[in-house]
């Protein structure tokens, strides 16, 4: 069964770092998101992204973050300057079609800032 | 805007007994529904979603929802709960024809499966 793979699965930055987080989505999939979920809280989302352009961000997608798909088939989320309420798990999701019916998640990345 | 509420952040049940956790959603669009499952340590798992089909909505592992536009709910129920049920549980609501189709998450239930 296909699935979207993140990695790495655990992250630990000094505060200021620049991290990239790494995503491999469904093949055929043409819509990609980020969510995040700060440990005890909800799921939140952050940016989607198609036609390797962002079409929608949310407040918490600051300046400091950036999404990229260099290749055709990583996505990435570049966090530039870290601080310690970065700390959270990073979803990637992935999804075929724009009424997407089903997004399907990848593992998370827990990214720890100390 | 859309969003969802979810009654109840932990949940506890027998093994055996009637699973129900509560999700109301408000959305000024017909909604997109969904109810993913996560395990300790792992990824959100769907669970079930509703597309404007059928109103009542199975899904794996035995859960089934029901959308009833006039509560504006979508809870999420199982008859017979298992030990293997115990996970956090998030209702989740989408616009379909919107600009982008992220999902908002309410705040989860934790389900505690009692022996």
């Known amino acids: 069964e296909p699935e979207v793979t993140q990695t790495p699965s655990h992250q630990v930055t000094q505060m200021g770092q620049e991290v990239i987080l790494r995503c491999v989505p469904i093949?055929?999939?043409?819509?990609f998101y980020w969510y995040r979920q700060i440990l005890g809280q909800k799921v939140e989302f952050l940016v989607s992204?198609?036609?390797?352009?962002?079409?929608?961000k949310s407040e918490i997608f600051d300046d400091q973050f950036s999404v990229e798909r260099p290749d055709g088939s990583n996505f990435t989320l570049k966090i530039r300057s870290t601080k310690l309420e970065d700390s959270a798990m990073y979803f990637c999701?992935?999804?075929?079609?724009?009424?997407?019916?089903?997004?399907?998640f990848g593992q998370g990345t827990r990214l720890t800032v100390v | 805007a859309q969003s969802v509420t979810q009654l109840g952040s932990h949940v506890s049940v027998s093994e055996g007994a009637l699973v129900l956790l509560r999700c109301n959603y408000s959305?000024?669009?017909?909604?997109?529904l969904f109810w993913y499952v996560q395990y300790p340590n792992q990824g959100l798992q769907l669970l079930l979603k509703?597309?404007?089909?059928?109103?009542l909505v199975k899904g794996i592992n035995g859960f089934e929802a029901e959308f009833k536009k006039s509560e504006t709910s979508f809870h999420l129920t199982k008859p017979s709960a298992h030990m293997s049920d115990a996970a956090e549980y998030f209702c989740?609501?989408?616009?379909?024809?919107?600009?982008?189709?992220?999902?908002?998450f309410g705040t989860g239930t934790l389900l505690a499966v009692q022996p």
């Open positions: 959305s000024s669009v017909p909604p997109y």
């Open positions: 992204f198609y036609n390797n352009e962002i079409s929608e």
């Open positions: 999701a992935s999804s075929s079609d724009r009424s997407n019916t089903e997004a399907f």
């Open positions: 509703y597309t404007s089909a059928a109103t």
């Open positions: 093949s055929n999939h043409l819509y």
């Open positions: 989740a609501v989408s616009n379909y024809g919107g600009a982008t189709n992220k999902l908002i």
